[in-house]
């Protein structure tokens, strides 16, 4: 009989090409490596091919792009989940497709073990493995990193030792993930709250002080929900995430500097760059201002944060992510319009918006002459809006009398 398998999450970065050794050594096991493709731009080819020159007895590569942003990234943005009213969640998105596929490659290898190249510390380990769980409770997980207890100088030096090729040193010792909807950047200086990111922490945006002196207009067109178009030209969701990220980056927008509550306990220090993750979910919700009902935008608004929260912390197949859904699937239904965007100096302006699902009536709106609404009704909408508030202030200055 041959060596038992595990499919390990491949990325070609510091983490999991330790992995692939670390797991040959400690557990005897054949590797697997999977590069999922969700827009990072990386030469994919060329990180499955490293996995086999480190040493992988195998390495696959899904492009997984369009599912990325159809199943994931655009569910999200109908909820308008950013967690903690800054972060767009861009990895938090992408961990449960890479589950699913580690899941589905370990079904077609006849694998009874995956792994990733997440550490003790962060999010990601229990995006994971709770994507698993729920996908395939049977497959066992290793985390090579957080078993290992090896710090990032000490990864570095083993792959040196080891003659593995990685895209960190100690001298620039940044932990980056990127995919469509963002790129994250943490580690070396940036653990200290204190200091401005140097430059080279960034990768999609200009600084501002280097955007254009002129504003692009965007106008984004949505059907229930989904974006569909730019300035009246119809593009595939992928595409339409990827020209927003470059003008948007031209234009200095979607740097975010944060501290984090991960679900873990601890606070962190994260460097985001999200141009389109900035820009969509500004058009989306003024939008949902236009065409949704007073009390369904308040309602859904508190739900957004549950929302961001669950997908934050690894929850994406829950039996309350499904029932989110299905509620803010319906309140999509008419979110259909365009909304113009002005880009300019780091900042995304909405400047315009329309639609013939619109809510805005001039006519009650206007204070010209065209002005219809009933003022003389409101004197008496007052009084009952007011009433127990008014009887409550009676009864305490009795009190107070006494």
Same mark, same amino acid.
């Given at each position: 009989?041959?060596?038992?398998?595990?499919?390990?999450?491949?990325?070609?970065?510091?983490?999991?090409?330790?992995?692939?050794?670390?797991?040959?050594?400690?557990?005897?096991?054949?590797?697997?490596?999977?590069?999922?493709?969700?827009?990072?731009?990386?030469?994919?080819?060329?990180?499955?091919?490293?996995?086999?020159?480190?040493?992988?007895?195998?390495?696959?590569?899904?492009?997984?792009?369009?599912?990325?942003?159809?199943?994931?990234?655009?569910?999200?943005?109908?909820?308008?989940?950013?967690?903690?009213?800054?972060?767009?969640?861009?990895?938090?998105?992408?961990?449960?497709?890479?589950?699913?596929?580690?899941?589905?490659?370990?079904?077609?290898?006849?694998?009874?073990?995956?792994?990733?190249?997440?550490?003790?510390?962060?999010?990601?380990?229990?995006?994971?493995?709770?994507?698993?769980?729920?996908?395939?409770?049977?497959?066992?997980?290793?985390?090579?990193?957080?078993?290992?207890?090896?710090?990032?100088?000490?990864?570095?030096?083993?792959?040196?030792?080891?003659?593995?090729?990685?895209?960190?040193?100690?001298?620039? =010792?940044?932990?980056?993930?990127?995919? $469509?909807?963002? #790129?994250?950047? +943490?580690?070396?200086? *940036? /653990?200290?709250?204190? &200091?401005?990111?140097?430059?080279?922490?960034?990768?999609?945006?200009?600084?501002?002080?280097?955007?254009?002196?002129?504003?692009?207009?965007?106008?984004?067109?949505?059907?229930?929900?989904?974006?569909?178009?730019?300035?009246?030209?119809?593009?595939?969701?992928?595409?339409?995430?990827?020209?927003?990220?470059?003008?948007?980056?031209?234009?200095?927008?979607?740097?975010?500097?944060?501290?984090?509550?991960?679900?873990?306990?601890?606070?962190?220090?994260?460097?985001?760059?999200? =141009?389109?993750?900035?820009?969509?979910? $500004?058009?989306? #919700?003024?939008? +949902?201002?236009?065409? *949704? /009902?007073?009390?369904? &935008?308040?309602?859904?608004?508190?739900?957004?944060?549950?929302?961001?929260?669950?997908?934050?912390?690894?929850?994406?197949?829950?039996?309350?992510?499904?029932?989110?859904?299905?509620?803010?699937?319906?309140?999509?239904?008419?979110?259909?319009?365009?909304?113009?965007?002005?880009?300019?100096?780091?900042?995304?302006?909405?400047?315009?918006?329309?639609?013939?699902?619109?809510?805005?009536?001039?006519?009650?709106?206007?204070?010209?002459?065209?002005?219809?609404?009933?003022?003389?009704?409101?004197?008496?909408?007052?009084? $009952?809006?007011?009433?127990?508030?008014?009887?409550?202030?009676?009864?305490?200055?009795?009190?107070?009398?006494?």
């Amino acid at each position: 009989m041959g060596k038992e398998k595990v499919v390990l999450a491949y990325s070609g970065g510091l983490d999991t090409s330790v992995a692939i050794k670390w797991l040959q050594e400690k557990y005897n096991l054949d590797v697997i490596a999977l590069v999922v493709n969700l827009g990072q731009p990386a030469d994919i080819e060329a990180v499955r091919d490293k996995a086999l020159a480190i040493g992988a007895v195998e390495s696959y590569m899904i492009d997984a792009r369009k599912e990325f942003a159809e199943e994931f990234v655009l569910p999200a943005l109908k909820a308008n989940a950013v967690y903690e009213g800054r972060y767009p969640l861009a990895t938090a998105l992408a961990r449960p497709l890479i589950a699913k596929h580690l899941v589905e490659q370990a079904g077609r290898s006849g694998a009874k073990t995956v792994a990733h190249g997440c550490t003790g510390k962060g999010n990601d380990q229990v995006r994971f493995e709770v994507s698993v769980a729920a996908l395939n409770p049977f497959l066992e997980v290793i985390a090579p990193i957080r078993e290992w207890g090896v710090s990032r100088e000490g990864a570095i030096e083993y792959a040196r030792k080891h003659g593995i090729p990685v895209p960190v040193t100690k001298k620039s =010792p940044y932990s980056v993930d990127e995919n $469509l909807w963002g #790129r994250s950047c +943490e580690c070396g200086v *940036l /653990e200290d709250p204190w &200091v401005e990111p140097p430059a080279d922490a960034f990768s999609w945006t200009r600084d501002v002080s280097q955007a254009p002196d002129e504003p692009d207009y965007m106008e984004i067109d949505f059907r229930a929900g989904k974006p569909v178009a730019i300035n009246g030209k119809k593009k595939e969701f992928v595409k339409l995430i990827l020209d927003l990220n470059r003008v948007g980056g031209k234009h200095g927008i979607g740097r975010v500097d944060m501290l984090e509550n991960r679900l873990v306990g601890i606070k962190t220090r994260e460097i985001y760059e999200c =141009p389109a993750a900035i820009i969509l979910p $500004l058009a989306h #919700r003024e939008l +949902e201002a236009l065409t *949704l /009902e007073r009390d369904l &935008v308040h309602y859904k608004a508190g739900l957004e944060q549950k929302y961001a929260e669950v997908v934050y912390y690894g929850q994406w197949y829950s039996p309350l992510k499904e029932a989110l859904d299905a509620f803010i699937d319906k309140t999509q239904e008419s979110v259909s319009g365009t909304i113009r965007v002005k880009l300019f100096k780091g900042n995304a302006i909405v400047v315009g918006r329309r639609s013939k699902k619109s809510l805005y009536d001039y006519s009650l709106a206007t204070y010209e002459a065209a002005d219809a609404f009933s003022h003389e009704s409101a004197k008496g909408f007052i009084k $009952l809006f007011g009433l127990p508030i008014k009887v409550w202030a009676k009864k305490q200055r009795k009190q107070e009398s006494r």
